[in-house]
């Protein structure tokens, strides 16, 4: 509880920095904290349409994007991992896959899919996937050799040594791919917005900026600070009762 505190009265004083420094430099870029609550607070509740055709949409888009790519990674993560000699066919392609800048392949899938949902969610599956898939390599295959002796011996079937066994342990390693892509799905899915669409917080940054509302702009990407803030919360405490028949330390147990 202590921690909470300072961590939070640590931001309290930087935005407190913020406002007196805008209030002193009157610089129409970077309006102080107060004038862009309150941009925010017009923006998206006291316009109620607003949040619904802008930011739900961009909520909707980001989670599905999310969680495809973490079922896509984590199944084909386990499989490789177990298995050597995929990896060997595999890993060429998935190192020179991943290499390859996801907004430069936003105008190859605008040709495949067009502008729209389809679009926005390749675009977030492709560039979120990475994390999970190789945390999901990298945990199946530190499966204590212990653990998959023991499984030998006593014959259990596939199935159940891959959900019993290979997921648990490599459970830790995939909660810390699902964070890593969860703010990667933040980004791009504000990339993707940012072309070929009209709805979407993305584009409301890009209308801003064009009509030189700087303030609207600052509020944008504010909620998206608290959007990222408030899903990595979220995870972590799925993480936490997934994941609580592991030792924890005792920053972890203080935090």
Same mark, same amino acid.
């Given at each position: 509880?202590?921690?909470?505190?300072?961590?939070?009265?640590?931001?309290?004083?930087?935005?407190?920095?913020?406002?007196?420094?805008?209030?002193?430099?009157?610089?129409?870029?970077?309006?102080?904290?107060?004038?862009?609550?309150?941009?925010?607070?017009?923006?998206?509740?006291?316009?109620?349409?607003?949040?619904?055709?802008?930011?739900?949409?961009?909520?909707?888009?980001?989670?599905?994007?999310?969680?495809?790519?973490?079922?896509?990674?984590?199944?084909?993560?386990?499989?490789?991992?177990?298995?050597? !000699?995929?990896?060997?066919?595999?890993?060429?392609?998935?190192?020179?896959?991943?290499?390859?800048?996801?907004?430069?392949?936003?105008?190859?899938?605008?040709?495949?899919?067009?502008?729209?949902?389809?679009?926005?969610?390749?675009?977030?599956?492709?560039?979120?996937?990475?994390?999970?898939?190789?945390?999901?390599?990298?945990?199946?295959?530190?499966?204590?050799?212990?653990?998959?002796?023991?499984?030998?011996?006593?014959?259990?079937?596939?199935?159940?040594?891959?959900?019993?066994?290979?997921?648990?342990?490599?459970?830790?390693?995939?909660?810390?791919?699902?964070?890593?892509?969860?703010?990667?799905?933040?980004?791009?899915?504000?990339?993707?917005?940012?072309?070929?669409?009209?709805?979407?917080?993305?584009?409301?940054?890009?209308?801003?900026? !064009?009509?030189?509302?700087?303030?609207?702009?600052?509020?944008?990407?504010?909620?998206?600070?608290?959007?990222?803030?408030?899903?990595?919360?979220?995870?972590?405490?799925?993480?936490? !009762?997934?994941?609580?028949?592991?030792?924890?330390?005792?920053?972890?147990?203080?935090?």
């Amino acid at each position: 509880m202590t921690k909470f505190f300072q961590r939070w009265t640590v931001f309290a004083g930087l935005v407190a920095v913020w406002q007196l420094l805008g209030w002193l430099a009157d610089d129409p870029f970077f309006p102080p904290p107060s004038e862009i609550l309150s941009a925010a607070w017009e923006w998206w509740v006291l316009e109620p349409q607003n949040f619904t055709e802008h930011v739900m949409p961009s909520i909707g888009r980001l989670l599905l994007g999310w969680a495809i790519a973490s079922v896509i990674g984590v199944a084909l993560g386990l499989l490789l991992g177990r298995s050597d !000699r995929a990896m060997e066919y595999a890993g060429p392609l998935l190192v020179f896959l991943r290499s390859i800048p996801p907004p430069a392949l936003v105008p190859v899938f605008l040709l495949l899919f067009k502008a729209g949902t389809s679009m926005q969610l390749a675009t977030i599956v492709f560039g979120v996937i990475w994390p999970v898939l190789l945390n999901s390599v990298d945990g199946a295959r530190s499966v204590d050799v212990t653990k998959v002796d023991t499984s030998a011996v006593f014959r259990i079937p596939r199935w159940q040594w891959v959900l019993g066994v290979v997921l648990p342990a490599a459970s830790p390693k995939i909660f810390a791919g699902l964070r890593v892509s969860l703010s990667l799905s933040l980004v791009l899915m504000v990339i993707s917005e940012l072309v070929g669409t009209d709805n979407g917080i993305g584009s409301q940054l890009m209308q801003a900026q !064009r009509e030189f509302d700087y303030t609207r702009m600052w509020a944008g990407i504010v909620l998206l600070g608290v959007l990222g803030y408030g899903l990595n919360t979220a995870l972590l405490a799925v993480e936490r !009762r997934a994941l609580a028949w592991q030792p924890r330390s005792r920053d972890e147990q203080h935090a």
